[in-house]
């Protein structure tokens, strides 16, 4: 779960920078406006790390570290400690507005492709990945209730769904971005876009072009390994 997260939340990043980043100007260096945001990303979590994993380690309903810390146990947790009214409503509509964020970014990626490739407009590609959201979105809620009995694999919809995205497509996305940006794009391209010395350059050329893709791949094989398991 913690290797199909973390390729998940690194994926959505990566897709929210490539989006938001095609409108910067070429002045904005890559490589120092991507450590900016890793860094803010890692404090991100552990800050919520050190608020929620104490919480649930104090234990006040019964909820174990072996559960799933879902969105139903948080409710939990906040309902046990004091001001928990205000603190549940601060914290959903943070949720909401981090959910947001890469939501616009994913749905302007697919929306720029289809105007690009098909010479659809603007609102008539909007529409197209609106609908297709909702579709999804809808067929993905209902498997919670009315279509629970409806498999596919002896799977509900939204666990062929999760699966699908998080164990298969996840990680095979960034390991073509991988090879895409160390293989096909030209390295001085890279390089003058990141705006790293030399050393780092390199340092970075020989991390996505052998690394990454290793890593991904031995990653992917434990995490099918875990699955099947």
Request: hydrophobic share 55%; charged share 5%.
């Amino acid at each position: 779960v913690a290797l199909s997260y973390a390729f998940f939340k690194l994926n959505v990043g990566m897709g929210s920078m490539i989006v938001y980043g095609s409108y910067l100007p070429y002045t904005v260096p890559l490589g120092r406006s991507t450590l900016i945001i890793a860094g803010f990303d890692a404090c991100a979590s552990l800050l919520a790390y050190f608020i929620i994993y104490p919480l649930l380690l104090a234990n006040p309903t019964g909820i174990t570290l072996a559960q799933s810390l879902s969105y139903d146990n948080v409710l939990l947790i906040f309902s046990a400690i004091p001001h928990s009214l205000a603190i549940a409503v601060l914290f959903f509509f943070a949720t909401v507005l981090a959910a947001w964020t890469p939501t616009i970014a994913m749905a302007e990626s697919a929306t720029i492709t289809l105007i690009e490739r098909f010479s659809m407009t603007r609102t008539q590609a909007t529409v197209i990945i609106g609908v297709g959201a909702l579709v999804v979105g809808t067929a993905t809620l209902l498997s919670y209730s009315v279509w629970a009995n409806i498999t596919l694999f002896n799977w509900p919809i939204h666990t062929v769904l999760q699966k699908f995205s998080s164990d298969l497509l996840t990680p095979l996305s960034a390991l073509l971005i991988a090879v895409f940006v160390g293989w096909v794009i030209a390295r001085k391209i890279s390089f003058r876009e990141l705006g790293f010395n030399n050393t780092l350059c390199v340092i970075w050329s020989w991390l996505i072009r052998v690394i990454a893709p290793v890593a991904i791949l031995l990653i992917c094989g434990t995490i099918f390994h875990l699955v099947n398991l």
